[in-house]
Nanobody, 115 residues
């Protein structure tokens, strides 16, 4: 029910924008964010947006380069990724929390490759 789009291949220093939309029905959204899995590594949190407060958090590895924002459509988030590095190469997963108890919904993942 989380549908991601926008992955692809880009050269180092380039930019990509990922989008994620929850296609189901919900009264409210607590938070949405992105988690990535780099080759040979465990999943790691990248960024999260808390919808009620607008507060955002970023992993140190992407701070200042990535920007998460709420999309125009309900239950949508965008991830603007600038100044991409080869080490950003990963499968990026969108995640959503509708209860405040942690991410319950996950997208299928979208590949980002930086060369």
């Amino acid at each position: 029910q989380l549908v991601e789009s926008g992955g692809g291949s880009v050269q180092a220093g380039g930019s990509l924008t990922l989008s994620c939309t929850f296609s189901g029905t919900t009264d409210s959204t607590y938070s949405m964010g992105w988690v990535r899995q780099r080759p040979g590594q465990d999943r790691e949190g990248v960024t999260v947006l808390y919808f009620g407060s607008g507060v955002t958090y970023y992993d140190d590895t992407v701070e200042g380069r990535f920007t998460i924002s709420a999309g125009d459509a309900k239950n949508t988030v965008n991830l603007q990724m600038d100044h991409l590095r080869p080490e950003d190469t990963a499968v990026y997963y969108c995640a959503a929390d509708f209860t405040g108890r942690g991410f319950q919904y996950w997208g299928q993942g979208t590949q980002v490759t930086v060369s």
